[in-house]
């Protein structure tokens, strides 16, 4: 079972991850592209989410995307594997040419 991170932890891994921010016990992230552009995103998040074997909420709106993370099996706190996944979802949003919001 992955350990969770002190809040001293979790905001030294958020300074590092510029656009990231801590909803309490998950980090969150929104981005804004089309709509049809924000569900392949949300296709390719899929499938690193199940090659790493950590998988974000995802909720799409009009052309708007936002990811939330937390790590369901340390009781729904943060971990590391919280800010691996938020680094590969950075990396496939640029790559998607999905802007930040």
Do not use: N
């Amino acid at each position: 079972m992955p350990e969770p991170l002190t809040d001293g932890q979790i905001a030294e891994q958020l300074a590092a991850l510029p656009g990231w921010e801590r909803d309490g016990d998950a980090i969150s992230r929104t981005f804004k592209h089309t709509y049809h552009e924000t569900v392949h995103l949300a296709m390719y998040v899929a499938a690193k989410a199940r090659e790493v074997g950590h998988h974000p909420d995802i909720h799409i709106t009009w052309q708007r995307i936002r990811f939330d993370i937390t790590t369901h099996d340390a009781g729904g706190r943060i971990t590391a594997k919280d800010f691996e996944l938020a680094r590969h979802i950075d990396a496939i949003a640029a790559g998607h040419g999905a802007e930040p919001v």
